[in-house]
């Protein structure tokens, strides 16, 4: 009789298998894909831990600089002014309508406020520095500190319009342009024998000095009734250019065209001689620039009335200014242009800057988040965050969103880049600190790790901060240190370390919630139901920390308490003479420490010269985890005071135990 097939039975179990995130931990976080579609290096879910030296680590906390807050009312900007030659610089806050110095050391602020202009608007400050002065807007206002003095509006340089001109204002030749700052002008004159009536060249209100050969004075002449004729007591004699005449006319020119600006930009081409301002809501789609005058001097208070230039049409709203190679980047709403330096004129030596369109699809919506990064400039835009590179051919792909990951949300972060409303998105700032993007929206920082990204090769790690930095207005680099603004109270933080006594807190009291989540792993085979026998983690090196180790399968969740306890003794109170010297082992989900049977002789260690040390990579500790599942994933979380978690590795045992039915 024939036999049937011979029939083979599955085996109960493959062989173990280890998944080890070979790719380590630089893909940040990607919650544009579900979690089981995103890069081993990646994770769905992050929250307070940054990349220290290839590992997950909680983030430092910030601490107060000033232990009392001055009083309720946000910090509206802070500044790091150097003054030329000085030994350190003057740190500059606006708070409470008026600028401040502060002592970064005890927190105590400076009214420099104290003069003719005794209070500035309580909006967001913008400043620049310039001619060794520090330079702010406030939207309504624009001013200067010069490190001395109190803080002053900016007056206006007084330009000569013309020289050589007859005492009949006949002949000479343009010299300077009006300014917008100031309704007054000079007219310099080749005097004449025996002539004592001068002509102006605009009608004044009054004439106010007079340079008669090379002396100034205010009296010995007087303007006529036709408000053109000044008139000399004794004439002033011949010569060439030796009469200067300055007069003003009320309303001559409207200087809220510079000071209602929000947005200030140091850039000239190759050098960065002139002010470049912008963001003023009356004409919101143009800019202006400062003059450079004779003998190369740097000058921020002249802007002549023909030194501006539109943008585009005025349905959009110029949103920020950078620099790219030697080239200006304006930004609109939904669109990209650059500019460029020419001349100087052979005619009349002066430079212009020509705009012309470099990009139709992308713009910026907050001027704040245009910073510099890997030879290109990073801004938020109405899609994400955008990278400009140097390609300056219109249509080419020289403007790309590299904020995808973390646009939307598909898992448990709350919220994206994209998830916050445009009125949210439009407030947003950044600033360029440890190698990293700090960008701010609302109530969250989101990072991007320049260290761990290569922006024009499409790599972009990501990861998002709360706590205190969420609370900022503003941030300032000074002496390697972070400073961040209050958006509520007058309170100014900086940057803890490792080196700082409590690394771990938020403003001195606040704990730091931090946790990083695994991919969603099927281990390669989506329809086995697996064993998962044994997650192994080394973590960082710290004397003791309670973490919250949570699995998640297809059944629910599962959280497990996890102490960690490290290598580190104190030896104060320690009875040597019936001590043995310890380990640590795991057991279960908790690590306990015991007291092996292996005494450690002190009898030939010379206290004076040794120190008590742990190795460079701890014990891996081993979980058990036991499930059987189509995909395990976890969750390591800390939130407790003074406590750190450093994830140095991972790996995950398990094997495939039957396909699923």
């Known amino acids: 009789m024939a036999k049937g097939p011979v029939q083979f039975k599955a085996p109960k179990a493959t062989p173990s298998q280890t998944y080890s995130f070979g790719k380590g931990f630089a893909g940040g976080m990607n919650t544009h894909a579900m979690a089981d579609q995103i890069a081993e290096n990646e994770s769905p879910d992050i929250m307070n831990m940054e990349l220290r030296d290839g590992a997950w680590s909680k983030r430092y906390g910030f601490n107060r600089v000033n232990e009392t807050s001055w009083g309720i009312h946000p910090v509206r900007g802070t500044y790091e002014f150097w003054k030329e030659g000085a030994a350190s610089p003057i740190i500059l806050v606006a708070w409470n309508g008026k600028m401040h110095s502060m002592n970064t050391s005890t927190g105590a602020l400076t009214n420099l406020c104290t003069g003719a202009k005794t209070s500035i608007a309580d909006a967001t400050v913008t400043f620049f520095t310039m001619n060794d002065k520090a330079y702010f807007l406030t939207g309504t206002e624009y001013c200067y500190y010069d490190g001395t003095n109190p803080v002053a509006v900016v007056a206006g340089y007084v330009p000569t319009i013309d020289q050589g001109v007859a005492p009949d204002g006949t002949g000479g030749t343009s010299y300077q342009e009006l300014n917008f700052l100031i309704d007054s002008y000079k007219r310099s004159f080749n005097g004449t024998a025996g002539t ?105 208070t002249y802007f002549p009335v023909n030194n501006w230039d539109d943008v585009g049409s005025n349905a959009e709203a110029v949103t920020g200014l950078g620099r790219l190679v030697d080239y200006e980047i304006l930004y609109k709403k939904r669109s990209t242009h650059y500019s460029y330096a020419v001349g100087p004129d052979d005619t009349t030596g002066l430079m212009s800057y020509p705009i012309l369109p470099m990009n139709d699809e992308y713009g910026c919506i907050a001027p704040r988040t245009v910073c510099p990064a890997q030879n290109g400039l990073l ?271 991972q790996s995950l045992v398990f094997e495939l135990k039957r396909r699923v039915r």
């Open 196 to 300: 004592t009536e001068y002509k102006l060249p605009i009608e004044a209100d009054t004439a106010d000095i007079a340079w008669v050969n090379g002396v100034e004075t205010t009296t010995g002449f007087s303007l006529g009734v036709d408000n053109l004729t000044v008139t000399f007591d004794v004439a002033p004699g011949e010569g060439t250019n030796n009469v200067i005449i300055q007069a003003t006319y009320d309303g001559l020119n409207d200087p809220t065209n510079i000071t209602h600006c929000t947005i200030a930009h140091e850039w000239g081409g190759s050098s960065d001689t002139r002010a470049f301002l912008s963001g003023n809501p009356e004409i919101s789609n143009r800019r202006w620039y400062t003059q450079v005058l004779e003998g190369g001097i740097v000058d921020a």
């Open 379 to 649: 801004a938020l835009s109405e899609q994400g965050v955008t990278y400009t590179a140097a390609s300056f051919v219109r249509g080419q792909l020289n403007v790309a969103v590299i904020s995808e990951k973390v646009n939307r949300n598909n898992m448990t972060v709350t919220g994206g880049i994209n998830s916050f409303t445009m009125a949210e998105r439009e407030a947003a700032f950044a600033y360029v600190y440890d190698q990293k993007y700090w960008l701010h929206i609302q109530d969250r920082v989101w990072i991007l790790d320049l260290r761990y990204s290569s922006l024009t090769e499409g790599y972009y790690c990501w990861y998002p901060y709360t706590g205190t930095p969420g609370r900022a207005s503003c941030f300032m680099e000074s002496g390697e240190v972070l400073y961040a603004g209050d958006d509520t109270v007058g309170l100014v933080y900086e940057i803890l370390n490792a080196e700082s006594a409590h690394p771990y807190r938020d403003d001195d009291t606040a704990y730091i919630d931090a946790w990083w989540t695994s991919p969603m792993l099927y281990g390669g085979a989506r329809d086995w139901i697996k064993r998962f026998r044994q997650l192994s983690i080394t973590y960082g090196g710290q004397a003791i920390a309670n973490h919250v180790l949570t699995y998640t399968t297809e059944d629910g969740e599962d959280a497990t308490d996890l102490t960690v306890i490290g290598r580190e003794f104190d030896f104060d109170n320690i009875d040597f003479d019936n001590w043995t010297f310890g380990s640590i082992i795991a057991a279960g989900s908790t690590v306990v420490s015991y007291v092996d049977s292996r005494p450690f002789n002190f009898d030939y260690i010379d206290f004076d010269n040794w120190t008590f040390g742990s190795a460079a990579y701890p014990a891996t500790i081993a979980e058990k985890p036991g499930y059987k599942s189509e995909y395990l994933q976890w969750k390591i979380r800390n939130c407790i005071i003074d406590e750190g978690l450093v994830i140095l590795g």
